[in-house]
């Protein structure tokens, strides 16, 4: 199976909540070290999760297709919707196209209920092929 | 209880949040700032890496970083603080920072409106004139309790 978190990642306290569906479902349990204002959660801690849970849900699809690239960032947008509370966060990313060289990705993350998002992004990712 | 100056001081005022929460534990510090403008740094740790060939800093801490230098940038134009909500964040990635680096984030407020502030910024790995990244965000004034939603 792909690696999906980075050490970045597991620092921040990722881990893989569900990898049963099409594209896995990371999670992020709060702590102290991921706080922004007191009682809500970083923005930036929010962003990591949604850049891990698009990076995991590419190297999902990429295995699957026995696809080999060294993934390089583009660009992300995030949109924050509400505050993330103190409590467990989830994200899961979607592939929107998916080309030969550049992967379009949506990611949404959220708390307590999947249909009440507090993020969502917008990411490109280059793939890169051996030898290129 | 500390007493905080009349105007805002980025540099006064990152002694206090750069230590504690989510920037102290990413180990943010103040460089510089200017009328409009604030400069950060992240230090290069093992643990904060996103790549699984080199040793440079994942894309996530960066966003942190222009994130905590964006508020600051709108508290310093505006001399005051005043709590924002980021709205909406967005980075283009030049290259990657060089290995075992620190990231540099420079970020500026270049308008404010009643309820809303917009920044615009690089990442750099030493030298502003070869960013590692370029942002643009707009962030949202909010009631010192309150949040966005």
């Given at each position: 199976m792909a690696e999906l978190l980075t050490?970045?990642?597991?620092?921040?306290?990722?881990?893989?909540?569900?990898?049963?569906?099409?594209?896995?479902?990371?999670?992020?349990?709060?702590?102290?070290?991921?706080?922004?204002?007191?009682?809500?959660?970083?923005?930036?801690?929010?962003?990591?999760?949604?850049?891990?849970?698009?990076?995991?849900?590419?190297?999902?699809?990429?295995?699957?297709?026995?696809?080999?690239?060294?993934?390089?960032?583009?660009?992300?947008?995030?949109?924050?919707?509400?505050?993330?509370?103190?409590?467990?966060?989830?994200?899961?990313?979607?592939?929107?196209?998916?080309?030969?060289?550049?992967?379009?990705?949506?990611?949404?993350?959220?708390?307590?209920?999947?249909?009440?998002?507090?993020?969502?992004?917008?990411?490109?990712?280059?793939?890169?092929?051996?030898?290129? | 209880m500390a007493s905080f100056p009349e105007t805002f001081d980025p540099k006064y005022l990152s002694h206090y949040v750069m230590r504690r929460a989510h920037p102290g534990w990413l180990g943010m510090r103040y460089v510089d700032s200017g009328e409009d403008w604030v400069e950060l740094e992240l230090p290069w740790r093992a643990d904060l890496v996103g790549d699984e060939e080199r040793p440079v800093l994942a894309s996530g801490p960066i966003v942190s970083l222009m994130d905590m230098a964006s508020g600051m940038a709108i508290w310093t134009a505006n001399r005051v603080f005043k709590p924002v909500a980021t709205l909406d964040l967005r980075v283009d990635y030049m290259r990657p920072a060089k290995e075992r680096n620190s990231v540099f984030g420079r970020v500026r407020c270049y308008r404010r409106t009643r309820s809303a502030a917009f920044v615009n910024g690089i990442a750099h790995d030493g030298d502003p004139d070869d960013p590692v990244a370029h942002i643009a965000g707009v962030f949202m004034y909010i009631k010192a309790e309150g949040i966005i939603g």
């Open positions: 050490a970045y990642a597991r620092s921040l306290g990722i881990s893989v909540d569900d990898d049963a569906g099409e594209t896995p479902v990371l999670r992020l349990e709060f702590s102290h070290d991921i706080e922004g204002r007191p009682g809500a959660l970083h923005g930036g801690a929010t962003a990591g999760l949604l850049e891990t849970a698009g990076y995991a849900a590419l190297r999902t699809e990429l295995e699957r297709r026995k696809r080999v690239h060294l993934l390089k960032p583009i660009n992300i947008t995030v949109e924050y919707l509400s505050a993330g509370l103190p409590k467990t966060s989830f994200a899961q990313g979607r592939i929107v196209r998916l080309g030969r060289r550049n992967a379009n990705l949506t990611v949404e993350a959220w708390q307590d209920d999947r249909k009440r998002l507090i993020a969502t992004a917008v990411m490109n990712i280059l793939m890169v092929s051996e030898g290129e | -």
